[in-house]
């Protein structure tokens, strides 16, 4: 089992900066990557970026070259860069872990934390 608890979420003008950080904790080592997803109103989840381990980082079209994705595997923590945000960043930002234990793969979900960019 893997617990996700994310933060940071806030109101913030358009062309701001925010960082979201989600903690870990739980079986940590069974982790293979973690990334962050978002959903905005009446729309479905994205993916917004991903960070495996020991693997390359990736982010979706819309948020690259503004947004990164960075991982603290000492401190269970992983974090989210936002630059340059647009009110179309406006969603629920959500932290997702895949977990493997025994050759199955589990999907782990924080509770999301509400990100609204609007002047």
């Known amino acids: 089992q893997v617990q996700l608890v994310e933060s940071g979420g806030d109101l913030v003008q358009p062309g701001g900066t925010l960082t979201l950080s989600c903690a870990a904790s739980?079986?940590?080592?069974?982790?293979?990557?973690m990334g962050w997803y978002r959903q905005a109103p009446g729309k479905q989840r994205d993916l917004v970026a991903t960070?495996?381990?020991?693997?390359?980082?990736y982010y979706a079209d819309s948020v690259k070259g503004r947004f990164t994705i960075a991982r603290d595997n000492a401190k269970n923590m992983l974090y989210l860069q936002m630059n340059s945000l647009k009110p179309e960043d406006t969603a629920v930002y959500y932290c997702?872990?895949?977990?493997?234990?025994?050759?199955?793969?589990?999907?782990?979900w924080g509770q999301g934390t509400q990100v609204t960019v609007s002047s």
């Open positions: 997702h872990a895949e977990a493997l234990d025994l050759g199955v793969k589990y999907h782990y």
């Open positions: 739980g079986s940590i080592p069974s982790i293979s990557a």
């Open positions: 960070i495996p381990s020991g693997g390359t980082t």
